[in-house]
């Protein structure tokens, strides 16, 4: 019986190459996006596109309102989003994102009994959010394990993040080899509605750094602000 897991799915660069990791893992793949109150909506579209054309068994979004505690430059239109080379954790960080995510994928996993979850969390090239930390990950499948009647039972829960220790130039081969189309992913923190990037926020600078690292043509499409 093919082995389910619950796929994050963003509409970015990682998580579409960790859905096709999972694909080509054997997978029977359930990905999982959020509305959580994000500026940068085409997002969903993308998540959406690439959930479809990846072979995803099954596509969900989830509706939460993180704009209504703020925080962060995603969430507050009052704060504005940064070019890239900010010192320190940056503004775009969201609280809590990754914890409020991994959870609710935890619940879909348990009622589809399905004992694994994928996140395209990294921690070489990343913009220094601390729930993108391999400490965060190990501390999050601890919970996993206590807080479930699939864990307490035995079944044993397990967080995957292939892309853990891989550098953007790495995810970028290794998505090409697996037949990503990249042309359909969003990452910028700046996206209009069309999907067109700033070029100009640390989400669209580790892009297309990762893009000319690895000697793949960038597929990115640029708006101008």
Not at 14 to 36: H, M, N, P, R, W
Not at 185 to 199: D, I, K, L, P
Request: hydrophobic share 45%.
């Amino acid at each position: 019986m093919q082995k389910k897991a619950v796929v994050l799915v963003s509409g970015g660069l990682d998580s579409a190459t960790v859905l096709a990791q999972a694909i080509e893992a054997g997978y029977e793949c359930y990905a999982l996006a959020f509305d959580y109150g994000q500026r940068h909506r085409a997002e969903l579209v993308a998540a959406k596109r690439v959930a479809e054309t990846g072979g995803a068994k099954a596509f969900k979004i989830i509706t939460l309102d993180l704009s209504s505690i703020g925080g962060s430059a995603l969430t507050d239109m009052n704060i504005a989003v940064p070019d890239a080379g900010a010192l320190g954790i940056p503004v775009t960080y969201v609280p809590a994102r990754n914890t409020v995510f991994l959870s609710i994928a935890l619940g879909w996993a348990e009622v589809l009994d399905a004992d694994d979850i994928f996140i395209g969390v990294n921690a070489v090239d990343y913009s220094g959010y601390p729930d993108c930390r391999p400490a965060f990950i190990e501390a999050f499948e601890t919970l996993a394990n206590v807080a479930t009647k699939a864990g307490v039972e035995g079944h044993g829960m397990r967080i995957h993040t292939p892309l853990m220790a891989l550098s953007k130039a790495d995810i970028v081969k290794l998505g090409t080899g697996l037949g990503v189309d990249y042309g359909q992913t969003v990452s910028c923190y700046r996206a209009n509605t069309e999907g067109e990037a700033c070029g100009r926020c640390d989400s669209c600078h580790l892009r297309r750094e990762g893009f000319l690292q690895a000697g793949v043509a960038d597929p990115t499409r640029y708006h101008k602000l």
